[in-house]
Structures are given as structure tokens and as C-alpha cells.
């Protein structure tokens, strides 16, 4: 407890900072509002039901997403990771398209697919699928391989090594990608909201600057802090669980 | 009802070159050798993990060759245990159990737990435990599916002098016990002299059962210092020249030679010999190309080693057995 209480002093001071600096006589409110008004203006916006709104658009977006891209990088980083002929195939093109910025392809979603969901939810997936695929790679890739010639040699057929051996032991490379993707999905699709559709917590920011409104700005860009801290939070506990093996001396 | 556990022959794969050995049911036969003369190899062709060039494998008499290592009934016990990092203890002797559908499991779990005198270790990951208790965990997951063959490359070499050798010989006595074919690799001698009920030595992929490694280890009764970094180690019905730095007399020594290091002639030598002693052989054994032998010597037992053509020159005489001084170690006794 001590320690988590810690962490948070460095928060409070920050926002004390920010409230302090505001507040000077030079500073106009219109431009750098301070931390308080910051607050006051998202539990408005919470009320309004407006943020809330966006905010479950946004993470609707961003979980269907990032899920998506995370099974299928599971599954094809498996496949991939035990076969090798697969491998050869599918990571040079993995290898080509992993550089290219997962918001540089939102141009071209928005003309394939218009004004729609699907831009954003594509991105994202992106973001979330190349990673995970390497990761997942290379977590078969670290399976020591007595450990699966024992599992073989005890009468384990292809599909029980897999999902017995293979998959478990490869959890903690898939979480490391996990980890990293989970935040960046997020930011993803707050880019692309802002870039193509009318709705979700980056067409809000795209409001507010429209109607020069930086408290709600900064509202949701707290929001998104919040949420994304949320998210992290989720891996690292989901990760603690899944992975019990690597840091308990028992079950 | 086939008397072999094990048949092995004109095996190649990898480095091996037509390998051929057997095991009768319940005997435990150790492979000894270098580093990469094809130890693990032999273990990998004979588990199925590795598809031999040429040549059978037959297990219990059924020809196991074409069959995948999941429908052969082996256990393995690989170098670094192997252990599922992922699961319990119980979860790890479970698992062979799961994997072939067999009932009970829990009850069949719980009892090799307690042969093996586990039991509150079942709940523990592998990664927090000791040497020691991985050895075991991994010889009851070997066991308790029942195998036809068991096989293990050099599972205690993680361990060290005192715990290898207390473990081994708590090994040995489990597999007696379950009589279970077993077939064990090396590259320590002591090791293959106190575990095997038959010793295959391979070089370079090549099986030569003429080397002897049997291990004299003779406790001294007193040293007496002498110069030049020897000593004169008395074993009450004789002594021997041994070489040993300034020993305290007051310490308990043991020297060991092997088998190799001794010379057995049925006449006295010419001329004066260092460390030459009267012996009786009292049994002999034919191993290859070579004659094992156990020599009486006053109240002490040594084996020797004889290439097979001098045994009829030997054959129920009385004997001399020169121990070579530079095959002798002298160690301080350990409790």
C-alpha cells in the first residue's frame, strides 16, 4: 500500500504544478486552464453524458480491434513459430509491412472503406496484429525443445502440445507484445477518430479545437490518460494471472 | 514373452555407426563416453525423436522403428529434467497420465508422490525448487505412466558431488524397485560403475566395450610421508606406493585406481617392481574384447581389467597384480 501511495505523490504534485502555473496572473485561462476547472469541465461533460458516450465508442472500436489483431497474431505467430515453412512465408511479408506506421494507413481506409467504423477498428488492428505475431514467434521459438520432446515422449499428440505446451510457455513473450499494443491501440484509434469520423474521444478533441474550447480538451485528453492507465493496468493483472507460473512458489 | 527390454541393431543415425545392444527386462544399462560421441543420439533414436538412417529398435520384442515417440511408451529424462515450467508438480506427473486418457489419475499422482516422499511438494512450480526435488519430480513423471523403457541422459549433472551421489543411489533403488528396462548416458565413470548392470562405452559414434572403467577405491589403514611428494599407504595385508603430497596422518585416505590401471601376470616379475602384490582371482566376467576380473588380495577385493588372450595364461593360477603408481589418486575419505 505504502508503495502504490508512493507512486501517486509525484502525480499530486504534478497537477499541483499545473494548478499553480495556470493560476499565474500572465497565463490566460482560455489557453492553459488550470487542473481544477480541467476537472469541473469533465464531470460536466460526464453528466452531459456526452464523454461517456464517446468514450464507449472509442473503446468499442478499440476492443474489437485489438482483439481481432490479437488472436490472429496469436494464431498465425503459432503457426508460423511451428512451422517453419509457414515462417519463410509469412514474415518477410510481416517484415515489409511492420515499418509502415499503423496511422499511415488511415488514408487510405478512408477512401476504401468512406466515413465508417471500419477505419479506425482496421487500424488498430494493424497496430495490434505485427507485434503480437512476433512476439508470438518468437515465444515458440523460445519453447526449449527437450520440453517438447518430453511432452512428445509421454504420448502428447500435435493439437495437446500446442495448446498444453506450446501456447503456455510462449505467453510471456505474447504478453510483452501485449503490454506495448495495448496503449498504442488506444492512441491508434484516437487517430483515426480524429482524421476520419464523427465520433469516439478523438473526433471530441477535434471538437474542441474547432470551438477553441481547451478545457474540454483537456478533458479528454485526461480521460484518455485515465483510460489508458485503466488498460495497462487490465494487461499487468491479466498477465499476473495467466503467467502465475513466473512469479509464485505455488499455486 | 520377449526377454529382451531392449534391442538395438545395426543402428545408424547421426553420428552412430551400426550400434548394436540389448537390455534384458528390468536391467539397467549405462552409455558411456565423451562429449559428442553420440550418446544423446542413441537416446533420441531409440525414444523416436530422431529417425534413424538404418537399422531397428525393439521394445519388449515389438518393433518400434516406424512408430512416432507418442505411441512408444518411453520415458525420457532429459539432461535439464525437461520440466513443464507451467504447471505444478502435480501437474507435471499428471501430465503423461492426461495425455493417454487414463483413469485415477489422482490416486496414481498421489502415490508416486509418496514413494517418492514428495508430496508436499505438489502444489509447487518447478521453478522454485531444488536440484534435488526437480530430480525427483522428473523420475516420478517418468514413472508413473509405467513405461516400457525408461531413458535418461546424464540427469544428475546439475547437481553437485555429495547430492549426485545420494540421489543416484536413491535412483537406482527406485528402479530396481519398479523393474523398469532402463538405459542411462554419461561421461562419469563412477557414475557407470555404481549404476549399470551392463556398460556400453561409445566413441565416436562407435560402441567399444573394451575399456574398463570399474573404480578401485581402497581405504587406507595408515600413510606414512615420504619424500618427493609419495607416500607409503599401508592396507594391512599389504602396501602400495602411492603419490600424495605431505598427507596428515592423522586424516582418513582412500586411493583409487581403475581397473585399467592394473597389470595381472601369473609370474613374478623379473625384476623388482613397484607395487607388486600376490592375488587370487575369484571371478571373472567377459566384456568385449577384454576380461573382468575380481582379485582377492589379502582381505581386500580388486577388479581388474585383462585383455581376453591373456586369460588363458592366467586361468586358476595364483596371481600378481601390479597396481601402476601413476593410475593411483589418493583423496581424503569424505563422510
Given at each position: 500500500?505504502?508503495?502504490?501511495i508512493?507512486?501517486l505523490?509525484p502525480v499530486?504534485?504534478f497537477?499541483a ?21 480541467v ?15 464517446n ?7 478499440v476492443?474489437?480491434g ?7 497474431g ?5 503457426a ?7 515462417n ?6 510481416v517484415a ?16 476504401w ?12 488492428f ?8 512476433m ?6 521459438k ?5 520440453v ?16 498444453n505446451?506450446i ?60 483510460i ?6 487490465g494487461?499487468?493483472f ?14 | ?13 547421426g ?8 537390455l534384458?527386462?528390468?536391467?539397467i544399462g ?16 531409440i ?14 520384442g515389438?518393433?518400434?522403428t ?10 525420457y ?18 501430465f ?8 485415477n489419475?489422482?490416486e ?10 514428495i ?7 518447478p ?20 513405461p516400457d ?6 540427469p ?9 551421489k ?6 537406482v533403488?527406485?528402479?530396481k ?19 549399470a ?9 562407435k560402441?567399444e566395450?573394451n575399456?574398463n572403467?570399474?573404480?578401485?577405491r ?24 602411492v603419490p ?7 586424516k582418513?585416505?582412500i ?5 585399467d ?13 613397484l ?16 576380461i ?7 582381505n ?6 585383462i ?15 601390479i597396481?601402476?603408481?601413476?593410475g ?8
Open positions: 500500500m505504502g508503495r502504490k508512493k507512486t505523490i499530486f504534485l497537477f504544478v499545473w494548478e499553480t502555473v495556470a493560476r499565474l496572473p500572465s497565463v490566460p485561462h482560455y489557453l492553459f486552464p488550470p487542473f481544477s476547472k476537472i469541473i469541465k469533465l464531470l460536466e461533460e460526464i453528466a452531459k453524458g456526452d464523454l461517456v458516450k468514450t464507449f465508442i472509442t473503446l468499442y472500436r476492443g474489437i485489438f482483439f481481432a489483431g490479437t488472436i490472429t496469436i494464431v498465425l505467430g503459432l508460423s513459430g511451428i512451422s517453419e515453412k509457414l519463410e512465408t509469412i514474415s518477410p511479408i515489409l509491412l511492420y515499418p509502415i506506421p499503423s496511422i499511415g494507413w488511415i488514408p487510405v481506409l478512408m477512401v472503406f468512406g466515413i465508417s467504423d471500419a477505419v479506425p477498428i482496421i487500424a488498430i494493424i497496430c495490434s496484429f505485427f507485434p503480437i505475431y512476439n508470438a514467434v518468437r515465444g515458440v523460445s519453447v526449449d525443445s527437450n517438447i520432446n518430453a511432452a512428445r515422449t509421454m504420448g502428447a499428440n500435435k493439437l495437446t502440445l500446442i495448446k505446451v501456447l503456455p510457455l510462449s505467453m510471456p513473450n505474447i504478453f510483452t507484445g501485449l503490454k506495448i499494443e495495448s496503449g498504442m491501440s488506444l492512441r491508434t484509434g484516437v487517430v483515426a477518430e480524429m482524421l476520419a469520423i464523427p465520433s469516439g474521444l478523438g473526433y471530441m478533441l477535434m471538437k474542441g479545437e474547432s470551438l477553441i474550447d481547451v478545457k474540454l480538451m483537456f478533458a479528454v485528453l485526461l480521460s484518455i490518460a485515465l489508458s492507465v485503466i488498460i495497462d493496468f494487461v499487468k491479466l498477465e499476473k494471472k495467466v503467467l502465475i507460473w513466473q512469479n509464485s512458489a505455488s499455486k | 514373452m520377449a526377454e529382451f527390454g531392449l534391442e538395438v541393431t545395426s543402428l545408424y543415425a553420428i552412430l555407426k551400426n550400434i548394436n545392444l540389448s534384458k527386462k528390468g536391467e549405462v552409455v558411456f563416453g565423451p562429449n559428442g560421441a553420440g550418446k544423446t543420439t542413441l537416446l533420441n533414436a525414444s523416436g525423436i530422431l529417425t534413424p538412417k538404418n537399422g531397428r529398435v525393439r521394445i519388449n515389438k518393433d518400434v516406424d512408430i512416432p515417440p507418442e505411441h512408444r511408451n518411453v520415458a529424462i532429459f539432461q535439464n529434467l525437461a520440466l513443464f515450467p507451467h504447471l505444478t508438480v502435480f501437474e507435471n506427473i499428471a503423461p497420465l492426461k495425455v493417454k486418457k487414463e483413469k489419475i489422482k496414481k499422482v498421489e502415490f508416486i508422490l509418496k514413494k517418492l516422499e508430496s508436499e511438494l505438489e502444489n509447487r512450480f521453478g522454485k525448487l531444488s536440484g534435488g526435488e526437480k530430480q525427483r519430480v522428473a523420475i516420478a513423471r517418468a514413472l508413473v505412466s509405467n523403457i525408461l531413458l535418461m541422459d546424464e544428475f549433472s546439475s547437481l553437485d558431488f555429495e547430492m549426485r545420494f540421489i543416484r543411489q536413491e535412483f533403488g527406485i528402479i524397485n519398479y523393474r523398469i528396462t532402463t538405459l542411462f548416458v554419461t561421461h562419469d565413470p563412477y557414475e557407470a560403475e555404481e549404476t548392470d551392463i556398460i556400453f562405452t561409445i566413441k565416436n559414434g560402441i566395450n575399456q572403467f570399474e573404480i578401485n581402497l581405504k587406507i589403514s595408515r600413510i606414512k610421508p615420504l619424500n618427493n611428494g609419495m607416500a607409503i599407504a599401508d592396507f594391512e595385508t599389504f602396501s602400495l606406493i600424495v603430497c605431505n598427507p596428515n596422518p592423522d582418513n585416505y586411493a583409487e585406481f581403475s581397473a590401471s592394473i597389470y595381472v601376470s601369473s609370474f613374478k616379475p623379473p625384476v623388482p617392481t607395487n607388486t602384490i600376490k592375488g587370487k582371482i575369484v571371478s571373472h566376467r567377459k566384456n568385449g574384447e577384454r573382468i576380473l575380481k582379485l582377492l588380495t589379502g581386500r577385493i580388486i577388479t581388474g581389467n585383455p581376453l588372450y591373456m586369460w588363458n595364461e592366467i586361468k586358476g593360477k595364483d596371481v600378481f597384480i597396481v601402476k603408481y601413476r593411483i589418486k589418493v583423496k581424503e575419505e569424505t563422510k
